[in-house]
């Protein structure tokens, strides 16, 4: 039996939600070996909540498309979908640019970016796919809705 497209969605925005995890978690990781992980040129005075609140929300997007993919599957939303999916991949792919301008380079963090983006290539080939597929349940309905 194959999944279906939306179990495949969700399956791959769980995975990409994991490794986004995993990428922070590896970030701190250097605190249970006492050394720093503070940003060189950081201050305590900054105000870092609107970092925090982007994070929240690029966790929590991925989170309610997963949950919308399951109980919709309108046209409208598979489209506004494959653009959300379109985004995430273009901001992974930024974020792996930005792993590599970091000196030293952390190519543990740089591998797992590179990760993260080839899963959010198969999500956005997944996504198109679902987008482009015709809702066969609603003409079902409908041809029902005649006879």
């Not at 900054?46 to 929240?56: C, E, G, T, V």
């Not at 079902?140 to 809705?145: D, G, K, L, P, V």
Request: hydrophobic letters at 55%; a positive charge.
């Amino acid at each position: 039996m194959t999944a279906k497209y939306q179990e495949k969605i969700i399956t791959l925005w769980a995975i990409f939600l994991l490794g986004t995890l995993f990428h922070t978690q590896l970030g701190l990781m250097p605190l249970f070996h006492n050394q720093a992980v503070a940003i060189h040129g950081a201050r305590e005075t900054d105000n870092i909540a609107w970092i925090l609140w982007s994070m929240l929300g690029f966790f929590a997007v991925p989170m309610i498309a997963m949950v919308a993919t399951l109980f919709d599957d309108s046209k409208c939303y598979r489209s506004l979908h494959f653009g959300i999916t379109i985004f995430y991949s273009a901001m992974n792919f930024f974020h792996t640019v930005a792993d590599l301008l970091v000196k030293p380079i952390a190519w543990y963090q740089v591998a797992l970016m590179a990760m993260l983006f080839t899963i959010g290539l198969v999500l956005n080939l997944v996504s198109f796919q679902w987008m482009q597929e015709r809702n066969y349940h609603k003409l079902w309905r409908e041809r029902q809705t005649i006879f």
